[in-house]
Structures are given as structure tokens and as C-alpha cells.
């Protein structure tokens, strides 16, 4: 099974940056996509930003010029950049990964355990 373990949420003022980072362990798997969703409570989970594996990438228009998402070299790992960020972008901040299993080709979707990213007036 493919795990996602994220880092680099926090507490940042109005205006100010944070970067997420999330990884991908497990074995005989290849990831096609790679993104960033987040939840507030009582909202629906919604998509932020995905990258593919040969680098396309998409925005939602709310985030579109002010966050970067990016991939390392192992292409198993996913940064955010996240800069200028307003108070409306107070929430859970998701991992996730599509791909399948090499072994029997069978698809997956993995998701981390979220990461609070609070920006404060």
C-alpha cells in the first residue's frame, strides 16, 4: 500500500509563505498524479493544485499565481509553495497520490493524514 506522510503545516500572518512537503513509501508502484486538496469543516475536500508525472500541472483559480506546486527528482515526493496567502486559505491541506501497482496493475488513490495550514489576520 502506498502511504503519504505530509509536513510543513503552520501559523503564518496574512501575506506571509509556507511550504508543504509530502512523500510516498511503499513498493512496486508508479505515481501518474500527484496533488494538493484542502477541507474546512463542514466543506467538501477541494482540489488546490495536481502535477503529473511529466510535470503538467493545474490550479484552482483561487490559488492560481500565488502557490507552485513542484516534484522532486524521485518523482515520489510533492512540494506546495505557498505565498501571499490570505485567511481563506485556513484549512486542512491533503496529499495525494494516483497510480497503480506494478506487480498486478491494479490502480490506487492515497491520500495523507492533512496538515493544518492557519493564516491569521
Known amino acids: 500500500q502506498v502511504q503519504l506522510v505530509e509536513s510543513g503545516g503552520g501559523l503564518v500572518q496574512t501575506g506571509g509563505s509556507l511550504r508543504l512537503s509530502c512523500a510516498a513509501s511503499?513498493?512496486?508502484?508508479?505515481?501518474?498524479?500527484m496533488g494538493w486538496y484542502r477541507q474546512t469543516p463542514g466543506n467538501q475536500r477541494e482540489l488546490v493544485t495536481t502535477?503529473?508525472?511529466?510535470?503538467?500541472?493545474n490550479y484552482a483559480d483561487s490559488v492560481q499565481g500565488r502557490f507552485t506546486i513542484s516534484r522532486g527528482n524521485a518523482k515520489n515526493t510533492v512540494y506546495l509553495q505557498m505565498d501571499s496567502l490570505k485567511p481563506e486559505d485556513t484549512a486542512v491541506y491533503y496529499c495525494?497520490?494516483?497510480?497503480?501497482?506494478?506487480?498486478?496493475?491494479?490502480?490506487?488513490?492515497?491520500w495523507g493524514q492533512g496538515t493544518q495550514v492557519t493564516v491569521s489576520s
Open positions: 502535477i503529473t508525472r511529466s510535470g503538467g500541472t
Open positions: 495525494n497520490a494516483k497510480g497503480y501497482y506494478t506487480d498486478g496493475l491494479s490502480d490506487f488513490t492515497s
Open positions: 511503499g513498493s512496486m508502484f508508479v505515481i501518474n498524479v
